[in-house]
């Protein structure tokens, strides 16, 4: 049972739609519920919701498709959003065939099935939110160019499957840097930015120079011979002079989302706490 689940079985007991005795019933059920299953080729950890907010990631590189589908329809049963990263055509065929509701992103090879809201019907409708509060403003996810697609994808199709409000701005890198400051507007208004470059690896930089807000710099195996698969980029980027530009690993796209949605989430929850103190 996430935390989202609690609080809509709460608030049903709440406005009396739900018996106490249910209520009462389903949080036994859920703390009984094995933390993880055994598929003897993988343990499925349910119980990571719990513990870092977000349900357990499938890694599709390495994994047959056979074993991908297996894990995937097992998370979908648990009532928990499915994502696979590095998701091949044959992984996608194997999935879709055990969850038809399911999508696949092939740019970022990405599969994604969002689990059904658990907010009850009877919840009131959410208001809008004020301009200033921090999940209004995206996670914008900029690329330096359009070979860098891939990875940028990636990391935008995971922060949106984790909830994030996503927007990009592509192939804006260096080389053609009046292309980015266009953009300056956008750069100024996101809550967090995931700037993705190969080559020099200089963009994260430029961006970290011209906004106040956390830059996450993913590098790319984009390159010629001497950018070594990325490890220029990487490097290039590990001693930005830019304040505020953490990195992920090279082609991490999903590394750099779950950073994003972490901060903007944390950030949320600040602001939610210092108006309840108010």
């Given at each position: 049972?996430?935390?989202?689940?609690?609080?809509?079985?709460?608030?049903?007991?709440?406005?009396?739609?739900?018996?106490?005795?249910?209520?009462?019933?389903?949080?036994?059920?859920?703390?009984?519920?094995?933390?993880?299953?055994?598929?003897?080729?993988?343990r499925?950890?349910?119980?990571r919701?719990?513990?870092?907010?977000?349900?357990?990631?499938?890694?599709?590189?390495?994994?047959?498709?056979?074993?991908?589908?297996?894990i995937?329809?097992?998370?979908?049963?648990?009532g928990?959003?499915l994502?696979?990263?590095?998701?091949?055509?044959?992984?996608?065929e194997?999935?879709?065939?055990?969850?038809?509701?399911?999508?696949?992103?092939?740019?970022?090879?990405?599969?994604?099935?969002?689990?059904?809201?658990?907010?009850?019907?009877?919840?009131?409708?959410?208001?809008?939110?004020?301009?200033?509060?921090?999940?209004?403003?995206p996670?914008?996810?900029v690329?330096?160019?359009?070979?860098?697609?891939?990875?940028?994808e990636?990391a935008a199709i995971?922060?949106d499957?984790?909830?994030?409000?996503?927007?990009?701005v592509?192939d804006?890198?260096?080389?053609?840097?009046?292309r980015?400051?266009?953009?300056?507007?956008?750069?100024?208004?996101a809550?967090v930015?995931?700037?993705?470059?190969?080559?020099?690896?200089?963009?994260?930089?430029?961006?970290?120079?011209?906004?106040?807000?956390?830059?996450?710099?993913?590098?790319?195996?984009?390159?010629?011979?001497?950018?070594?698969?990325g490890?220029?980029?990487?490097?290039?980027?590990?001693?930005?002079?830019?304040?505020?530009?953490?990195?992920?690993?090279?082609?991490?796209?999903?590394?750099?989302?779950?950073?994003?949605?972490?901060?903007?989430?944390?950030?949320?929850?600040?602001?939610?706490?210092?108006?309840?103190?108010?």
């Amino acid at each position: 049972m996430t935390e989202a689940d609690l609080q809509a079985l709460l608030a049903e007991v709440q406005q009396g739609s739900i018996p106490t005795a249910e209520a009462t019933r389903r949080l036994l059920a859920a703390l009984r519920a094995a933390p993880y299953e055994d598929l003897a080729f993988a343990r499925v950890d349910h119980h990571r919701t719990v513990r870092q907010g977000w349900p357990e990631t499938v890694f599709g590189q390495g994994k047959s498709p056979a074993q991908i589908a297996a894990i995937a329809e097992r998370i979908v049963a648990a009532g928990q959003t499915l994502l696979v990263t590095r998701a091949s055509q044959d992984a996608w065929e194997a999935v879709r065939v055990q969850i038809p509701d399911a999508r696949y992103y092939e740019m970022g090879r990405v599969i994604v099935r969002k689990a059904p809201s658990s907010a009850p019907a009877s919840a009131p409708a959410r208001q809008p939110a004020s301009p200033d509060a921090p999940s209004s403003h995206p996670i914008l996810i900029v690329s330096a160019g359009t070979s860098d697609s891939p990875v940028a994808e990636e990391a935008a199709i995971c922060a949106d499957a984790m909830g994030g409000t996503v927007e990009r701005v592509y192939d804006v890198g260096v080389a053609g840097l009046h292309r980015l400051l266009a953009e300056r507007r956008r750069l100024e208004e996101a809550a967090v930015l995931i700037v993705v470059a190969g080559m020099e690896g200089a963009l994260p930089s430029v961006v970290g120079g011209l906004t106040s807000a956390p830059v996450i710099a993913v590098p790319t195996s984009v390159g010629y011979g001497a950018s070594f698969n990325g490890l220029a980029a990487l490097l290039a980027m590990l001693n930005s002079c830019a304040t505020g530009v953490a990195v992920v690993n090279i082609d991490n796209g999903f590394g750099a989302a779950a950073l994003a949605t972490r901060i903007v989430r944390t950030r949320h929850q600040m602001s939610k706490d210092e108006r309840t103190s108010d």
